[in-house]
Structures are given as structure tokens and as C-alpha cells.
């Protein structure tokens, strides 16, 4: 098997130690004879997996029990408007800060649902390339939330530190950065994830929602739109994915292993600190994100031409290192260095992009 | 490994030679040094696979360019909920023939949308035991369409012929029994499967829309709610559940190997009566279906009593032969019998049904 470091931005790369695990007893699960992918979601066997993914999940976020934890469907697309179908408030704006593609996406489906919006930032003004004066941000008090987007996997912005929203319930959509790095779970209402990029395969949605904020979900939705019927049943209302829910626990106690979240903020910061210093120091690549605004997870640059560019995205994928092509809105390149991605990876990245430079 | 035979009624048995394949690329998918769980949905891998899953299935079910399929999320249940919001005509009613929970739950949603039920069979009288008189059914002509459940697998009853509804475009909910056996896709105007019994993990929905339908989809619907989003970018608005997808690919090829659903239809057939015509005869099992309306999937039978049935449930765990249990609303015992689960599994079913009943 050659050796292949995986940059895309989502499905991206899975821990290799749980890869390997999962192939192990892909057939036989624990000796019991079959795959866990066959085995009823009401059974024991499958209880026991979804149970220590809540459980790991709490631990490593400190999520406590005044939240619940929901495993669903759908992708944060579809949770762009189950927000405001369950927490919208009659009569109340919901406040958002547009800082690229993904806060855009969900502030659409809130004017279809007919809310009216309060945009309280828009990065539009540069292109999206920072999100600046967080500190100074005043999110008006009558809001029924407000809406944003950790970390922008397309334009590689990052929210360095989060608003502070007073009495209005924070929302947030952390599908590219959840669990690479701490964050205190008690300063938002509800978070929310696709897992397929820190977290677990594609087709699992994590949903983290403060519980008095299910009062607010109001008669006549549909009952799978509707926070309280996941909450009740604890994710077993209907067939939950079951394969994408035993990946991600065994992503989690991968993380637990490996010493938490701080221990993997340790790793993602260097990570991110090797490339981007190369970059920044290269005379040859340009990140696009200002510095203050970069993240940790989607690190992109251009090189001096789009020639150079296609040159660099092929070759690279010649040489082991795939999925470094930048997303169609933006262009350019793109490292996507989730928590699965290892040290050794971007190691490699930086020495191709040195051979790159000197060569071309 | 142990020997053992799965009648879970889903997610349930998937076929050994697919999981064996499954399990053999899972780290490293035909070489490129990473699982294809791993690989973005939309890079040329993932493209070959989700295009050949919809070439598969529309060879196997003979689906015309009349109809788009789709590739879904949420479960029937999140259908049960999408049917009415996307192709409901205001001032007309629903029709539903109610067969059991499936095709309650789905009339259930249909209400809360404020949608006017016309109920045109209602099995409650019978306890749900039989579907009779199909072909006496009139179909109202102004119903803006026609839903009914093809297969029950709580009460072990099927459809064996569908209704002819005229001009009422007829919906039908097969997550149970799609792919096990021949039907005219033709006669539809709508068909949705969760994926799970008898064409792919959890985490997948299957729906095959009539496209004239999508005329209807109201202006004012979520983005990911309508069925127009789902087939303008051929289910990959957003990121699809890769791995299931690529499951559904494996178990369709399987399929088309060997000899499509007229193939799999006499396996299925003959499964159903070797076990049903065990049960007739034995004087100590009960099959609890009407002989007419018994589903070819899920085989739904009594003991003497329930002391026995619990007995017999444990006992057939010990000697490998899984998920015996009835559904949780009718108890007694139910041994699914989807497509993936080899006539040697039914034979030995059959084995110690005959020794137990010999002993007890």
C-alpha cells in the first residue's frame, strides 16, 4: 500500500489507527459473527456504540446535561433550516455574520422560512479574507439568535475568539472545526456539525442544543424536523446512520487516547504554524486569509499562476499528497489539515512545496 | 469466524460476498492508498461510483429517463414528511391505504402539513393481518396522489398486486421489499426506500420521482426539502452519504451478477415457502399474516406462548441465528428474510425450529 497523505476538505481523512480497526471487524464484529453495519439499531450491541459516543462526546467537549446531543441527518445544510423552523422567535430578527459561503447558505433558507435578518457583519467588503472587530460586535438584545460560522473552509478564515451575545442564544456551525480545538461549550445555544471533515465519515450531523431552547419549537412541524422528537427518543426515533455513529466513536476514543482536545489543539497548531510559516516565508506561495483570521484546518494559497497551480495540484497528487485543489468559488490550493491529518503529512507537503518552488 | 445468519429486519444481513469486498478496499480502495470513506464526494472516484449505483438501478428496476433517482438522507420517515410538502395539491385530498405503522406514521405527517386524508383502506378492522381487495379499490380521481406501504414488516404483510389508480399518480413506500422482486416501475409515480433491508446500510434514502411531479414542488419549501434541489444537482447539493452509496454500488452490482431481480425474485420465493410452508405444517408455530397478503420478506409467527417465544429467541442466538425478536408492537418472533440472507440460513432456520419444537 503506498503511502498517501489526504488533504481534501471534506469527506476527508480518517484517523489511520481507526481505519485499520474498522477493517478488522468490518465482518466480525467483537466475534459476534457479523459486521456492526448489519446489526439492528435496537440492539444491545449498537446501544452500547451510540451511548459511548454521547458519552465520549461529553467528555471531550464538557458538554453538560443541560444540553442534549443529537446524531442526525441531513448535513448542517439541512440544518440550516431546522434552526430557525425550531428556535425562530414570532416577531424577533435572527441575527447573522456572513463570513463566506456557509453563513450565506443558512441565512438563505431563514429569509425562505420568512424571517427577517439582522446582518450584524459581512465579510463581502474583503472578499472574505478576515473576520475583524469580533470584540466590538453588539448584538442587539432582541434577536431570537445569532448565527455563525466558525470556520469558513473555503476562504480559510476562522473566528479566533467567539462574540459575546449576552441573553441571544450563540449558534453555531462548527462542521470544520469541531474538536480541533477547546472551545467552551456553555457560550452557545445550540452547535452544530456535518461530521465529515474532524469528526466521522459523510451522512452523520451532530447536533449540541441547550435544553431550554427546545421551548421554543413550535406545534406543526414535521415530526423528523423537530429537535424535541431526537431529543426524546435519544437519536432513535427512526434508523439512525449507524456505520457513520460507530466511526465516530471510535474517533473519539481515538481522541480520548490521544489526551483530549487540548492535546489535539497542541498537535493542530502546529500543524497549521509549520505550514503557514513556510508559506508566509516562501517569497513563492501567498496565503489568501490574513494572518489574524487564518485557520487552523483550511489553509489556502495561490501560486504566482494558475498554470503553476494546476502544475503544483497534479504533481502533488503524483507524489502522494491529495485533494490540495482549492475550492471552485475561490480557486488557487487548498491543505485541509483536520485532526486526522498527521504531522507527518504536512511534513511532506512542506518538503513537496519546497521541490515545487525551487523547481518552477 | 462463527457461522452465523442474520434476520434482522433492518438494517440487517448485507450479501458476504459485498462485505468481503467492502472489507478487503476499506483502508485502500483500488489502490490509491486511502478508503474510499475518505475520498470527497466530488472527486472522479466517488463520481464513477454514485453514476454506476444509478445506472445499476435503473437497469434492475428498468427506471426510464421519465423519472430522476435520488440519493437521500432522513430515512422514509423524513419522507414521510417530503412527499406532501413537495407534490400535495391545494384544495385536493391525500389518498392513503392504511396497512399498519408505516403507512399511519406517513398519514400522520401528511396532517400535520394540513393536508384533507382520504382513507381508502383501512386494515385496523383486521389487525392489520391481511391486504384484501386490492382490486375492488376505487381510486377517487381528484386525490393529488395515492401513498401505501408495499410491505409491512411488523405484521408481515405485503401488496402481491399494487392498486390501479388511474390518473392519481400511486406513491409507494418499498424501504422493505424494493429489489426483492419484480414490479413496473412504470405504474408509479413516485417510489422511495430507506436503504437498510434490502439495498444498503442506514444512512440512505432512495427516492425514484416521476418527473412531470416535480411541477408541483411549491415556491417557499427549505432548500434541501425539495426534490427539485436533489435532482437539478444530481444528489450532490450537498455531501451525500458517500459510504452508504458506495455500499448500495457494491450490493447492486451483486445484483446484476446474479441475474437481476427476476433472479433474486425465485431465490426470495423459495426462501418464503420453505419457511412458510414449515410453519403451516408444523401444528406448533403460528403464522400470524393471512396467507394471501404474507410478505416474502418479513415472516412473522407465534409459539404456544410467550414464555416459549422468549425461550426460542435465546436459544436460536446461541446456535447463531440472529434477530428473532418480533417488532416491539405485536411481539411474537419475525425472521426477516431480505435479500442479502442465503437460502442456507433459512435451511437452518428451519432446522431448529423443527428441534425445538421437538423439545418443547
Redesign the interface.
Known amino acids: ?4 497523505f ?1 488533504f ?7 484517523p ?1 489507527a481507526v ?2 480497526q ?2 478488522a471487524e ?3 464484529y467483537k ?5 456492526i ?5 435496537r ?1 444491545p450491541q449498537f446501544d452500547e456504540i451510540i451511548q459511548a459516543a454521547e458519552a465520549n462526546l461529553r467528555t471531550l467537549m464538557g458538554i453538560s446535561e443541560e444540553y442534549d446531543v443529537l446524531f442526525l ?6 440544518q ?2 431546522m434552526i430557525p ?1 425550531n428556535i425562530a422567535l414570532p416577531g424577533h430578527k435572527i441575527g447573522f455574520c456572513n463570513t463566506g459561503e456557509w453563513s450565506s ?1 443558512a441565512m ?2 431563514a429569509s ?2 420568512g424571517a427577517e435578518i439582522e446582518l450584524l457583519y459581512d465579510g463581502a467588503a474583503n472578499g472574505f479574507s478576515r473576520i475583524e472587530g469580533i470584540e466590538a460586535w453588539e448584538v442587539p438584545q432582541n434577536l431570537a439568535y445569532l448565527h455563525i460560522c466558525a470556520n469558513n473552509t473555503i476562504y480559510g478564515t476562522q473566528y479566533k475568539q467567539f462574540p459575546k451575545t449576552g441573553q441571544v442564544p450563540l449558534v453555531c456551525d462548527m462542521s470544520s472545526d469541531i474538536m480541533s480545538r477547546q472551545v467552551d461549550v456553555n457560550k452557545f445555544g445550540l452547535i452544530f456539525a ?1 461530521a ?1 471533515k474532524n469528526i466521522g ?4 450531523t451532530l447536533v449540541i442544543i441547550r435544553k431550554d431552547l427546545l421551548q421554543r419549537v413550535p406545534e ?6 423537530r429537535y424535541t422528537t431526537h431529543c426524546k427518543s435519544k437519536s432513535l ?8 455513529i460507530y ?1 465516530l466513536r471510535l474517533i473519539s476514543d481515538w481522541l480520548i487516547e490521544l489526551g483530549g482536545i487540548e492535546a489535539m489543539q497542541k498537535i493542530n497548531d502546529k500543524k497549521a504554524a509549520l505550514l503557514y510559516d513556510y508559506v508566509d516565508g516562501s517569497g513563492y506561495y501567498r496565503g489568501t486569509a490574513d494572518k489574524a483570521s487564518r485557520s487552523n484546518m483550511n489553509v489556502c494559497f495561490r501560486l504566482p499562476n494558475e498554470e503553476l497551480e494546476k502544475q503544483f495540484v497534479k504533481e502533488a497528487k503524483e507524489a ?1 499528497l ?2 490540495l485543489k482549492g475550492h471552485r468559488a475561490v480557486g488557487g490550493c487548498r491543505a485541509s489539515i483536520y485532526n486526522a491529518v498527521p504531522q507527518k503529512g504536512v511534513e511532506r507537503l512542506v518538503e513537496f512545496m519546497q521541490q515545487f518552488a525551487a523547481k518552477n
Open positions: 500500500m503506498k503511502e498517501v489526504n481534501n476538505a471534506g469527506p476527508a481523512a480518517l489511520a481505519m485499520r474498522a477493517q468490518f465482518v466480525d466475534g459476534c459473527g457479523y459486521g453495519i448489519e446489526e439492528s439499531h440492539a441527518q441531513g448535513g448542517a445544510s439541512l440550516f433550516a423552523m447558505k438563505k433558507e425562505i422560512l456535518g465529515q465519515p459523510a451522512g452523520l406543526g412541524l414535521p415530526t423528523m424536523l426515533f427512526n434508523t439512525p446512520p449507524t456505520f457513520a466511526m502522494g491529495i485533494g
